[in-house]
């Protein structure tokens, strides 16, 4: 991973005099975003370069060339790009923003067209001449998947992605957004299209979860610290419960949602990196190969269910309408674009195993949705009773089991949970929780997932990316349970309804339930 240097020498954002990514600030380089009229685009992306310019983290020679379909030119992109700046960092000086925009060029055309890669190939020459000599060049497809393999197509047609195999050239790395296809099938089919053209070690897949700081930090947690490690397996742990929770609803994608549903948008890849991080074994080292290796292994030990058996283990819900924040929520059906007779899942709960030495006969609880009460992501682990109690008449099950929370977002931090002996006389239990928050104890927010990744692609470094046989081992577990469900929702288990702004519906509860445990109420 990669943290730039400051004058001083220190790692740039966190000052340590060591730390453990060291390494040289990137270097020049041009990003090419495909999809430069999209969502992606001005929420995430440009505000996320951004960002990085102005913590001078970035070289002063970079450029970054828009390709989109819709006709602009340079200077009517520069003023989206302007806007998307302000409409996140709102007290940015103009000059700021002035100096950014002299990097930044618009090309338009369709994505299969090979006159548009011919007249992005001229501007990226006629960009190099800038150069002493000619920079990396990243192509981020900031689109739907169904037109990735035209674009990498395209790109390497017009001679856009080769290296030389000596390693002399520059770099040309593609970096490509979940969903990773609709299927097992589809993915595969992507894959190997995208292979005609390119090396694995140029294609970087990115789920933005990765890139989030308290995500990373689930590896520091267990693996830059004695106190946990020695507990967290079958012995200790009870049980372990991950939440995906958003107050928000599709927004202005239903097109892609309504295809997509909730365990391909969000099961697919945030839960199930969440649930490999937290529950691998330990790599041999912080690299790509060595924590991607792990995570693959992880995958294959988890459970695979039956057809028979995925209506008993997989709850899939839509919101109907309700109440949030005193706000009145229309039904799923009921919002634009989406057809009033969808049975699209807009959340998934689900129990899982994951079958190996460590965990046997630990269950997961996985939940995931869309208006749901609050926004919220966490990995709760639940520490086994005590086996006997020697505070008379207190039995094991009086007291409440120690519980470790690691707050995803939007609260950064970890919570810990212990029994204490309450102020007073008589010797009365109560909770004593322990929550640290990383504002409170770094007192820096944590960057947009974002920065961290377009940094590392830069520096070549693929750790928080996700490799191609770990995006195979994942289809191939969520395949046949949407199998089971149907291709219209009409098999295995009904589609459960929730009233938007409630915490998902009544058969998640009863998922939970039936074995004595409850879904924690973050
Ligand atoms: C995206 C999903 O990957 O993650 C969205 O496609 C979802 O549907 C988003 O809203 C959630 O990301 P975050 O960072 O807001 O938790």
Known sequence: MLENKNENGDAAGCGCEKSV?????PNSFILVIFGASGDLTYRKLIPSIFSLFQKDMLPSDFHIVGCARTPMDDLGFRKKVAESIRSKYKSIPAKMIEVFNQNVHYVSGAYDSPEMFSALSARLDSLDTQYPTPPGRIYYLALPAS??????????NAGLVSEKRDGASPYRRVIIEKPFGYDLESARSIERQMKNHLAEKQIYRIDHYLGKDTVQNILMLRFANMIFEPLWNNKYIDF???????????????????????LRDIFQNHMLEMLSLVAMEPPASFDADSVRDEKAKLLRSIKRYKPEDVSANFIRGQYTQGIQNGEKICSYVEEDGVPQTSTTETFVAAKTFINNWRWNGVPFYLRAGKRLKRRVSEIAVTFKKIPHSIFNPLQPEDLHQNMLVLNVQPEEGFALNIQAKKP?????????????????????EPPEAYERLLLDCMAGDSTLFIRNDTIDLSWSLLTPILEA?????????KLCSYPAGSWGPKEAFSLIEADNRKWREP
């Open 485 to 493: 469900w149907g291709e219209n929702g009409s098999g295995a288990g």
């Open 424 to 444: 007073g006389a008589k010797l009365c239990m109560g909770d004593l929780p322990m929550d640290f928050f990383y504002r409170d104890i770094f007192k820096d």
């Open 21 to 25: 990514c060291m390494e040289n600030p």
């Open 240 to 262: 372990v419960q991950i939440t995906v929770a958003e107050s928000i609803g599709i927004e202005h994608r239903a097109g892609y949602f309504d295809k997509a549903g909730l």
């Open 147 to 156: 037109v990735y393999t035209d674009v990498i197509e395209q790109l390497s």
